[in-house]
Nanobody, 123 residues
Framework: VQLQASGGGLVQVGDSLRLSCVAS????????MGWFRQAPGKEREFVAA????????YYADLVKGRFTISRDNGENTVILQMNGLKREDTAVYYC?????????????????WGQGTLVTVSS
């Protein structure tokens, strides 16, 4: 599975961004999908995840209520809608996929990763 993340950019505090992750090479219809981020000098951290069916979504406390994860299995795409962006949301955002539904918040449990897209939030 190859993952291509896009949609990052430079925005101001309070703005919104929509990140997309398109999968190729294999359908992701039975895969769970996640978004992680890594800020400079920090470890990669969990942002959000969604089950293969789309019925279950999980969020880090830091983004709950501001970010929404969704998926379109027909388009092999996962979306991260980010609203109310804060400076601390600045990071490289990575999408990832895994077959197992366990440990969705653990980066090491994911099987495939995209290349990342940079989100910079300025005041």
């Amino acid at each position: 599975v190859q993952l291509q993340a896009s949609g990052g950019g430079l925005v101001q505090v309070g703005d919104s961004l929509r990140l997309s992750c398109v999968a190729s090479g294999r359908t992701i219809v039975t895969y769970n999908m996640g978004w992680f981020r890594q800020a400079p000098g920090k470890e990669r951290e969990f942002v959000a995840a969604i089950s293969w069916s789309g019925d279950s979504a999980y969020y880090a406390d830091l983004v709950k209520g501001r970010f929404t994860i969704s998926r379109d299995n027909g388009e092999n795409t996962v979306i991260l809608q980010m609203n109310g962006l804060k400076r601390e949301d600045t990071a490289v955002y990575y999408c990832a996929t895994k077959v197992s539904g366990m440990s969705v918040q653990t980066a090491a449990s994911y099987d495939y990763w995209g290349q990342g897209t940079l989100v910079t939030v300025s005041s």
